[in-house]
């Protein structure tokens, strides 16, 4: 259902994966964009996006998509985010937006920024929000509805154009925050990277024990070894371009991780009770906060348990 008169006329995705097909979604449903123009790398990939009716029109080339948008959003992985923006950048209408959805956003300015010309704006953005599926099938539009999505424009950047790209996610009811991208970077390396590096590490440790214990991993995963699974399900290519991207905040954020880690395997062998309980209470209570903040109830698709 609309909410109201639609923010732009003309809105241009490029790559229809997870995030492109759900932001799609949203903007049909609460009618934010007039025309909705698709573009993506593969013709299997459009055609899936046409045959779900993602938009109104569609090509595999994305400087035909972005012709006359008034908002352009790169929805690709981060390593591509560079040549995207190269091969658009004399299709751009003056005055349009660009803006993108990318995991790591200090790359973002450095990657897109130098391609784009004059009078058009930057509005670099990332919903915190998102499954481990990947593909347009994968999109739905109750992903962003109480979850946060951050931009992070510089001080220059027209303040009309980051209120539009504002509205656009608040439209999709999502809350939306301004941040630098070193500080974007820096909370997500603790929130969502190295979460995602140590969930990629026990998996993998899992996967090499040998071949009678591997079978009780998956026989009793329930206690705990699951919930990491679905974690380091994610896409390996958008996972090697965070680590790729974010890798100084990450590296910093890794080394308190060892000596917590080292203070941790120091407690136990000692037989630190006290130590250990206190740092469990203190897990416990960060816990608590975010029930009470209302972010913990998992992105999945409805319907999709194997998401769980
Ligand atoms: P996805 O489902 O794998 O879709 C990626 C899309 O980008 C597809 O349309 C794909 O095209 C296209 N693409 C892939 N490689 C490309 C290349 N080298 N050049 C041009 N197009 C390319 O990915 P996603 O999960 O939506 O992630 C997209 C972006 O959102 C990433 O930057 C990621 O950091 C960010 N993000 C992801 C999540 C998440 O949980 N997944 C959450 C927040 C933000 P074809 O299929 O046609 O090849």
Redesign the pocket.
Known sequence: MANGAPIFDRVAL?????????LALAMRLHGLSRHIAVS???????AT?EKLNLGDSYTLD?AEAVRGADLVV????????G??AQSIRDSLKPGAIVT?????KATTVRDIAPHLPDGVHLVPG???????????E??FAALFPGRWTILTPSPQTDAGAVDKVRRLWEGCGSNVEIMTPEHHDRVLAITSHLPHLIAYTIVDTADQMEDETKEEVIKFSASGFRDFTRIAA??P??WR??FLTNRDAVLEILGRFNEDLTALQRAIRKGDGEMLETTFARARAVRRSIIDAKQHIP?VKPGDESAQ
């Not at 993506?40 to 459009?46: D, E, G, K, Q, V």
């Not at 790169?74 to 591509?80: Q, V």
């Not at 993108?100 to 790591?104: A, P, Q």
């Open positions: 490029i790559g229809i994966g997870l995030i492109g097909s759900s993506t790398r593969s013709a299997p990939t459009l996006a994305a790169i929805c690709t992985p981060m390593g591509a985010q040549a995207v993108d959805v990318g995991s790591v990332h919903p915190i929000a998102g499954t481990e599926h990947s593909g347009p994968a999109g994610g896409d290519v958008m371009d965070v992105d």
